[in-house]
């Protein structure tokens, strides 16, 4: 086994980070919980500069609509290239309330997975974002006797 350096990410610009948002609709929205932080699966759309979700009355909907910012993770891999991908979104969420902008979002086509009532739109404002992009490393390449040591103690 060689000791190859494996090759460093590649940090996005913005504007690809931005492609890549719009390439898949499910990402990890993280908010602050008192004392620890939440994740919560969402499945949003990119609109004009910032990211639009639809959710219920609840504990997602009241700590996003906080003072705290919250952050949004998505992330991809191409099967064929072997190359992965994930982009933070980080900003302040707020409540969509105004008819014009609530009639807009309905626009998206911005439908939840799971059923119920899913009467709030909520907007990401954008204060950063970020994203790199890499290679997905063949398992043997990080292998080390500690993963054979672990894998005997499960059999």
Same mark, same amino acid.
């Given at each position: 086994?060689?000791?190859?350096?494996?090759?460093?990410?590649?940090?996005?610009?913005?504007?690809?980070?931005?492609?890549?948002?719009?390439?898949?609709?499910?990402?990890?929205?993280?908010?602050?919980?008192?004392?620890?932080?939440?994740?919560?699966?969402?499945?949003?759309?990119?609109?004009? /500069?910032? +990211?639009? *979700?639809?959710?219920?009355? =609840?504990? #997602?909907? @009241?700590?996003?609509?906080?003072?705290?910012?919250?952050?949004?993770?998505?992330?991809?891999?191409?099967?064929?290239?072997?190359?992965?991908?994930?982009?933070?979104?980080?900003?302040?969420?707020?409540?969509?309330?105004?008819?014009?902008?609530?009639?807009?979002?309905? /626009?998206? +086509?911005? *439908?939840?997975?799971?059923? =119920?009532? #899913?009467? @709030?739109?909520?907007?990401?404002?954008?204060?950063?974002?970020?994203?790199?992009?890499?290679?997905?490393?063949?398992?043997?390449?990080?292998?080390?006797?500690?993963?054979?040591?672990?894998?005997?103690?499960?059999?």
């Amino acid at each position: 086994m060689t000791n190859t350096p494996a090759p460093e990410a590649e940090v996005l610009e913005a504007h690809l980070c931005w492609q890549l948002l719009r390439g898949v609709s499910v990402g990890r929205l993280a908010v602050w919980a008192g004392d620890h932080p939440d994740i919560f699966p969402i499945n949003y759309k990119v609109d004009h /500069g910032s +990211l639009v *979700f639809r959710t219920g009355e =609840g504990t #997602k909907l @009241h700590l996003a609509l906080g003072e705290t910012p919250v952050a949004l993770e998505a992330d991809g891999v191409n099967p064929d290239s072997g190359v992965a991908w994930s982009v933070v979104v980080k900003g302040q969420a707020v409540a969509i309330k105004l008819t014009h902008e609530v009639m807009d979002t309905v /626009g998206l +086509l911005l *439908f939840p997975w799971q059923a =119920g009532r #899913k009467d @709030h739109f909520v907007r990401i404002v954008p204060t950063s974002i970020t994203g790199r992009r890499f290679k997905v490393t063949p398992p043997l390449t990080w292998w080390s006797p500690l993963d054979d040591a672990t894998r005997a103690g499960l059999e």
